[in-house]
């Protein structure tokens, strides 16, 4: 019985300790919530949540256990001159009460974190992708292809973005919902547009991704939430995070995220110069 | 004839005198292999005749490997021992010696056992050292060992399957399984034995096309094989399917020949009650193959015709998704496949070394049998970035249920360590690291299942470092933890106390600095299957490859202490570690038929304490004193 209770203000007290570390974990991330992910975009929020949660939840259920491994090894451990060599004087094969409360809480536990975070932050996914036309989102046309982001404005009339060394560019206003359109084709390859693979829209500042699947059409909604850019933060940036072939390492593109006023300039000068 | 029955009397020594000596059958072997290959590729050439094709097309290299296949398993022995008998003539007397046996078609159990070990273990070092290239190239952001990204992506492809389908899923099923389970379970040989030594030559047969395959052209697609990018990537692909194709074949074989003998050949007394928990395991594994294997194998044909033909089946002419979810049907079974043999080892293991008695005995069980049922409900959980929002909820619930089953393992083992009188040798280290390690992998595997969480976590490294946790940490930690166990088994020798444990300590500390580092690469935003990546990720990348060379450095302490013991290590009794199951009931190495007379089992293996019920009784050749 002391062997339980001495484990039990172990469990305790190295619960605390860890709940104490994983909150400053996640509390020093630069943008302040979330791990090394979270506040520039709606979508991020939701999957940092959910992540900042199950750390939380997790961090008990692993202390048990590591103590359970370390307090066994030293406190039922032979030492190696003792003179004592049988077997165990305890040979309990069966313990209902404790058998029975691991399988209950192990169930109730996955229930919960099933629940929470999971359907609930799933359901408000699902929600933001819902948008009333007096949102006024930004479309963008995004195309894969092996091996480039191509990113189109059909409501501004631009066809490809570029920068100034002619590499793709993708810019977004704050606070404007964003529906990314996406589809994996070569549009340089007019014989046979089908041939394109499998690739993943991933920002990882965003907090999110999707796959963009040859033959089909797949939409995202967000909203970026901080002004920013590759440059400062290179979290920021388009990956493709699906292998597509040996360019798939470099199959990346720079962000900005700009005021509302700055990104109605910059669409004026692409417009007019493509 | 009567040389025949001599044979298999088993006692008395087989005539030396060969029928006609062959030649070393692994020599005959490769060169009917070659000739194999040349007949089937010249026949494919004919049909399709063209002044213009090139002698070895697509089509060519596929049949050609099929006739090399044929000659390589008929050159190893598979003519005499098994086509000539089938025709009616005596199976040859003649058999190689010593340690020649092990380079021959086999019919002992152990010998078999021992060449999938050697195999296992030799393809562990090949793609181990291929692990060291990509982490020697990623301790730079920009390309350095590999100049090129497919020749990086090809590495990663080899070294995934390599150690997925010949070290993963065969060291302890085919290796461990074949040599212990007729031990185990008083058996004198297995049902299918010359199916299984036939099985276990298709392993280097795998690992060599797989190895090779680039030799074809590179491709990128990593252990997956998938299409839709297989079907535009270099023809070396054909090559990694033809070469799986073969490594599954040898454990589906290995899975039929043991469920089979397992629930034949138990000795008199062994009921399902009784049966010991590694053999669990094994029924386990081995019931997850005969399902899944033919599963992945008829989708490795389909693309490999989808390649030659094309058919157009996994693009975006036909279903592109496809291919991926054939694939992780069959992949996500394939985990478990890996990691039950680790969790029955555990409670194999423990009770022996705590001297108490097995705690919760049938939920450890049932534990496993959950999991293999379960196993097939959770594979989408692969494809949360590209699923319908329909599909994610009951996905992610049968992905979190798994981990209920899976902790019985954790239950029965946490409850025998209790109030034990824990005997912290070797085995017992590695035991407790790979609990260690695998909840590690179970626990990141919480943020993965969860869709939110995974929407962002997916295809980073944090899923590699997760898979290596489970796999490495679960599987290889329990996989030396048995090596330890049972080296007086398979030599009568033991090994040295201070550098097993210093090569435990060595490969725990080296293998955690690793991958724990992948956790938090991941959460930075470094992406899975880059050569290259943004330059503020290089520091720590360089530290995860400074411990990576480490941790390459302590399997190589470890593999030639075990090799050291096996040969020149001190000699030992007969059980030593006073276990009670019934590997332990004969002399060690055991003979040819394993028992002299069969044990009679009358209990439990995993009673423990005073008036504890002595399992056996008739032990009978060479018992312990």
Aim: hydrophobic fraction near 50%; proline fraction near 6%.
């Amino acid at each position: 019985m002391a062997n339980v209770v001495v484990f039990g203000i172990m469990w305790i007290v190295l619960s605390l300790l860890g709940e104490w570390g994983a909150s400053a974990w996640i509390h020093s991330a630069p943008q302040g919530t979330g791990v090394f992910w979270g506040t520039m975009s709606n979508l991020g929020v939701i999957t940092a949540g959910a992540f900042d949660f199950i750390l939380i939840i997790a961090v008990p259920i692993f202390a048990f256990v590591v103590l359970m491994l370390v307090f066994s090894m030293i406190r039922f451990g032979v030492r190696k001159n003792s003179t004592d060599k049988g077997d165990a004087k305890d040979q309990t094969r069966a313990n209902k009460a404790f058998i029975g409360i691991w399988i209950v809480a192990s169930i109730l536990l996955n229930i919960f974190i099933w629940l929470h975070p999971n359907a609930s932050g799933l359901e408000q996914v699902f929600a933001a992708q819902r948008l009333s036309p007096s949102q006024k989102p930004l479309i963008v046309d995004v195309t894969a292809r092996q091996w480039e982001w191509i990113f189109s404005y059909p409501q501004y009339g631009i066809t490809q973005s570029l920068d100034a060394s002619g590499n793709d560019v993708l810019y977004l206003p704050k606070n404007r919902p964003v529906k990314f359109v996406m589809r994996s084709f070569d549009p340089f390859h007019t014989y046979d547009t089908t041939t394109d693979v499998i690739h993943s829209f991933w920002v990882p500042a965003f907090g999110v991704k999707l796959d963009v699947v040859p033959g089909e059409t797949r939409t995202l909604v967000l909203t970026p939430t901080q002004l920013s850019s590759t440059e400062q933060d290179p979290m920021l940036r388009v990956q493709c995070a699906e292998v597509c072939g040996p360019g798939h390492p470099y199959m990346e593109a720079n962000i900005h995220i700009v005021t509302a006023s700055a990104f109605a300039k910059w669409t004026k000068a692409q417009a007019s110069g493509s | 004839m009567a040389q025949r029955a001599v044979a298999e009397e088993g006692n008395q020594p087989t005539p030396v005198t060969p029928d006609r000596r062959p030649m070393p059958p692994v020599l005959r072997a490769l060169l009917w292999a070659l000739i194999g290959f040349v007949v089937l590729d010249a026949m494919s050439a004919l049909l399709d005749y063209s002044p213009n094709s090139p002698y070895i097309s697509q089509v060519g290299a596929v049949a050609g490997w099929f006739g090399a296949l044929i000659g390589w398993l008929l050159g190893i022995g598979g003519y005499e021992y098994v086509i000539k008998p089938m025709l009616g003539h005596p199976t040859p007397a003649y058999r190689q010696q010593g340690w020649r046996r092990y380079f021959q078609l086999a019919e002992d159990h152990k010998v078999i056992g021992i060449q999938y070990l050697t195999f296992s273990t030799g393809t562990f070092l090949v793609a181990g050292l291929i692990a060291m290239a990509m982490r020697f190239q990623l301790m730079n952001y920009r390309p350095t060992l590999f100049q090129y990204p497919q020749s990086y992506l090809n590495a990663v492809g080899i070294h995934g399957t390599l150690m997925m389908f010949t070290v993963a899923t065969v060291a302890m099923f085919g290796g461990l399984g074949n040599y212990m389970v007729p031990l185990m379970i008083g058996a004198r040989e297995t049902v299918f034995s010359k199916a299984s030594g036939i099985g276990v030559w298709l392993v280097p047969a795998g690992v060599l096309t797989v190895a090779f395959s680039p030799l074809l052209g590179a491709w990128t697609t990593g252990w997956r094989g998938y299409e839709p990018l297989a079907a535009s990537d270099g023809v070396g692909i054909l090559y990694y399917y033809l070469g799986v194709f073969a490594l599954t074949m040898s454990s589906l074989i290995v899975a039929i020949n043991l469920v089979t003998t397992i629930i034949y050949k138990r000795t008199r007394g062994l009921t399902w009650n009784r049966l010991p928990l590694f053999v669990w395991g094994m029924l386990t594994v081995g019931l997850l193959t005969v399902i899944w294997f033919p599963e992945i194998q008829t989708t490795f044909l389909l693309a490999t015709i989808d390649k030659i033909v094309p058919m157009n089946m996994f693009n975006a002419l036909g279903h592109a998704l496809g291919f991926s979810e054939f694939f992780w049907l069959f992949g996500h079974p394939e985990v478990y496949i890996v990691v039950v043999p680790a969790l029955a080892t555990w409670n194999e293991i423990i009770p022996v070394m705590t001297r108490k008695s097995l705690f919760a005995r049938p939920i450890a069980v049932l534990g496993l049998v959950f999991v293999m049922m379960l196993s097939g409900m959770v594979w989408a959980h692969h494809m949360f970035t590209n699923m319908r929002y329909s599909e994610m909820l009951p996905f992610s619930f049968f992905t979190e249920m798994i981990s209920i089953p899976t902790g019985f393992a954790y239950l029965a083992a946490i409850g025998t360590m209790w109030n034990s009188r824990m005997r912290i040798t070797t085995p017992m280290l590695f035991i407790l690291m790979s609990m260690y390690n695998f909840f590690i992998g179970g626990i990141t595997g919480l943020f993965v299942a969860d869709v939110p969480a995974n929407l962002q976590l997916h295809n980073t490294f944090w899923v590699v470092g997760h898979f290596h946790f489970t796999i490495i940490g679960g599987m290889v930690f329990s996989w030396l933890a048995a090596m330890y166990y049972w080296l007086p088994k398979f030599s009568g020798r033991t090994y040295n106390e201070f550098w097993g444990k210093l090569g435990a300590i060595w490969v725990f500390v080296a293998f955690n600095a690793t991958f724990m580092n992948f956790f938090v690469l991941g959460l930075r935003g470094m992406n899975r299957w880059v050569s290259v990546y943004p330059p503020y990720l290089q520091p720590e990348n360089f530290w995860t490859s400074i411990a990576a060379f480490f941790l390459g450095a302590g399997f190589g302490v470890n593999l030639v202490h075990i090799i050291w013991a096996w040969v020149k290590g001190p000699k030992v009794q007969e059980n030593p570690w006073q276990a009670k199951t019934l590997e332990w009931q004969t002399s060690s190495p055991p003979p040819r038929y394993n028992f002299e007379e069969l044990p009679v089992v009358v209990a439990g293996f995993y009673n423990y304490g005073e008036g504890a019920p002595e399992p056996v009784v008739a032990a009978q050749s060479g018992s312990q004193g």
